[in-house]
């Protein structure tokens, strides 16, 4: 199994860490929990950094054309001020970030479901949106995984972030090694995670690291890495995995029996149908690469693209 490196996580305090919600509460996410013990969690709540105890009387976000503001509707207090502060403050304080897991439905951290309402005396709702701090963190992080806890109870997306995690943090490292010798054997262990999420890319991907035109290695790494991010910003369509799947099926076939070809193939169809996983099918490759020592396969991250510990 290869190392993996410790990404680091920047999560709403709320999924597990403290009992900081309005109403005095904690959310129990299991994605979050597993996920915890391989990366470095950076937790927060910007509700209790602006000055909100807990518990506390709600805020809400109210819209007035096309401006916003925090309000807490029980006080009349408007702590849009205060909320941008912090975000920008925090935001710029939090050196290097590999990916952000924060509270759905929150006027602070929500991503796509936070309530929007209409100023008036009723408070009506009016839109759906994201929350003070989750709107700065998709502005100023594009590049980089961010998911609610609730969309982690989806399988698909899931492995999705903790793929994205993990490579993008081993990304990371190479950049900050800054040699062409890191850059080439980090894209020769991932192509055949890249034929699954994106082939244009990967074709691409493949002349910038040739290089033909001897541009500066940091010119090459910047070229790389703006395509490498936009690759993996989508989950993988299920039919380019099932290629890929069987592209590696093909380093094994001269070692297999018809009984444990049809076994794949069954597994194949139940990822097809989605009823399995792709972390059970990567696991029959895993087992197999191992047992007959294909080495090069067994360095492909696609077969490792995270933790075997946080699989589905």
Known sequence: MPEFPKPVVVVSQCLGFSACR?????????????????????????????????????????????????????TGIDYTADMRAF?????AELGPVDGFILKSKSPSCGLRDTKIYQESGKSVLTAKGAGFLGSAV???????????????????????????LFCQAHFRQVLAKGTMRELVHFHSEQKLLLMAYNQAALKRMNRI??????????EVMAEYASNYYAALAHPPRTTSVINVLMAALEYLSDKLSASEKAHFLEVLAQYRAGIMPLSECIKVLQTWATTFKQAGLQRQQFLHPFPAALAS
């Open 22 to 74: 309005w109403d005095g509460t904690s959310v129990v996410s299991e994605a979050v929990s597993r996920l915890c013990q391989w990366v470095e969690c950076k937790p927060i709540c910007a509700e209790v950094e602006i000055g909100l105890g807990t518990p506390r009387a709600p805020v809400r976000i109210i819209a007035n054309g096309s401006q916003v503001a925090l309000v807490q509707p029980e």
């Open 87 to 91: 975000c920008d403050s925090c935001l």
């Open 138 to 164: 998709l502005s100023r992080y594009a590049n980089v995984p961010i998911e609610d806890e609730t969309r982690l109870e989806d399988v698909r997306l899931r492995e999705h972030f903790y793929t994205r």
């Open 209 to 218: 690291i040739a290089n033909p035109d001897k541009h500066k290695t940091a």
